[in-house]
C-alpha cells in the first residue's frame, strides 16, 4: 500500500515505540532471572520460594489477558497501554525496596497485571494503522521486542547488578518505564486523531469487516465454544510456556549447574534469544508471503506458527540431553510469535 509521508512517518514511530515499550517489558522479566542468586541469597528464599516469586507474575498476567481485551475496546491503546506501563514500571522500582517474600510477591503481581496489555496493545495498533493485508511484517517487528529484549537484557542487567547491586537494577528499570509511558501516552494517537491524510485513514480501513455492534461480555464468552479459540489457546500455551522456562532458568541453570560466572552467563544467556529475533522477523516475512500467494490471512498465520511450535518441540528435547555447555545453549529455543491472528480493528463485530 501507497501512503504520504506523514503516514509513514506515523507507522514508522508507532512502530518504535512499541519496540521500546516491548523491550523494557521483557527486561523488566528478565531482571529477576539475572537476580535468581543474589536474591535468594540476600531474602533467605529457597528454590521453591524463587519459583513461587516467578510464577506469581506468570499467573497475574495470564489471568489480566481478557480483561484487557475488553478494556482495549472500551479506553483505546493511547490509555491502556500508557497506564500499563505506568503501574508495571511502579511494581518494579518497587521490587528495590522490598524486604520479605510477602512485598516481593505482592509486587510481582503487579508487575504482571501491568504488563498484560503490552502486547494485545500491540497488536490493536499494527490492526488500527496497517492494511489488514500488510500487518504481517509490522507485527514481526513489535513481536521482535519479545526476542530482542531477552537477548539484550542479560549483559545489560547484570552489569547494572554488578556495579549498582540487585535493587539498584530493579529502580532503575522502574523509573525508565515510567519515563516511557509519559513518551507513549505524548506521542501516540490513532489514526482518525493524528495528522496525516484523510485518504490515507480510507485506504487502511479499505481491508477491515465492517462493524455493526459493540462486543459484550456475553459475546467475548462464546469465542470458547469454537475450535479456533482453543487452538489459539493451546499454541500459545505451548509457545508462552516453553518461553517462560527457558527466559526465567538459563541465568540461574547455567550459574549453579554449569558453574559459569556471572558475568559470563550475562552473555551466554543472550545467545538463544538472538536467534529468536531472526525467528520473529522471518515469521513476520513468511506471513505476508503466504498471504501474498493467495492463502487465507488465517492460513497464513496458523500455518507458521504450527511450524515454530514444533521446532520449539524437537529442540527442547535435544537441549534437555545436552552435555555440553556449546551443546545446550545451540539448542535452547527461542520462542517467537510473530505470526500474529489479525485482530479487529475495534471493538465491533
Avoid at 73 to 80: H, I, K
Avoid at 334 to 349: E, I
Wanted: glycine letters at 8%.
Amino acid at each position: 500500500m501507497r501512503y504520504s509521508r506523514p503516514t509513514h512517518r506515523m507507522q514508522a514511530l508507532v512502530l518504535f515505540l512499541l519496540v521500546c515499550s516491548g523491550i523494557i517489558n521483557f527486561f523488566d522479566r528478565s531482571s529477576l532471572a539475572i537476580a535468581n542468586v543474589d536474591v535468594r541469597h540476600d531474602l533467605a528464599l529457597d528454590a521453591t520460594a524463587m519459583g513461587a516469586l516467578l510464577s506469581a507474575f506468570a499467573l497475574s498476567y495470564a489471568f489480566t489477558q481478557l480483561p484487557v481485551g475488553l478494556l482495549i475496546d472500551r479506553v483505546g491503546p493511547r490509555v491502556l497501554l500508557a497506564a500499563g506501563l505506568a503501574l508495571w514500571s511502579s511494581a518494579q522500582a518497587t521490587v528495590g525496596l522490598v524486604t520479605s517474600f510477602s512485598q516481593f510477591i505482592w509486587a510481582r503481581i503487579a508487575l504482571g497485571i501491568g504488563e498484560a496489555p503490552q502486547f494485545p496493545t500491540s497488536a490493536r495498533v499494527v490492526s488500527n494503522w496497517f492494511h489488514v493485508t500488510d500487518r504481517g511484517i509490522p507485527s514481526g517487528i513489535f513481536n521482535s521486542a519479545s526476542s530482542l529484549g531477552p537477548a539484550i537484557a542479560p549483559p545489560v542487567l547484570t552489569l547494572l547488578m554488578l556495579n549498582f547491586g540487585w535493587r539498584a537494577m530493579f529502580v532503575i528499570l522502574g523509573v525508565t518505564g515510567l519515563v516511557a509511558a509519559v513518551i507513549w501516552a505524548a506521542l501516540y494517537r490513532d489514526p482518525e486523531r493524528a495528522e496525516i491524510p484523510a485518504e490515507d485513514v480510507a485506504t487502511i480501513r479499505s481491508g477491515d469487516v465492517a462493524s455493526t455492534s459493540r462486543v459484550t461480555i456475553g459475546q467475548w464468552f462464546r469465542l470458547f465454544r469454537c475450535r479456533t479459540t482453543w487452538g489459539m489457546i493451546l499454541g500459545n500455551f505451548g509457545n508462552g510456556y516453553s518461553f517462560w522456562l527457558f527466559q526465567t532458568w538459563i541465568p540461574g541453570y547455567l550459574e549453579m549447574e554449569r558453574h559459569i560466572s556471572v558475568a559470563r552467563t550475562g552473555i551466554y544467556a543472550s545467545i538463544p534469544m538472538l536467534c529468536g529475533i531472526v525467528g520473529s522477523l522471518l515469521g513476520g516475512y513468511v506471513v505476508d508471503l503466504l498471504a501474498a500467494r493467495g492463502f487465507t490471512p488465517l492460513n497464513s498465520r496458523k500455518l507458521p506458527v504450527a511450524a515454530g511450535l514444533i521446532g520449539v518441540a524437537v529442540f527442547t528435547v535435544l537441549a534437555a540431553y545436552s552435555t555440553t555447555n556449546v551443546a545446550a545453549l545451540s539448542y535452547c529455543p527461542a520462542p517467537s510469535s510473530s505470526a500474529v491472528l489479525p485482530a479487529p480493528r475495534s471493538g465491533r463485530w
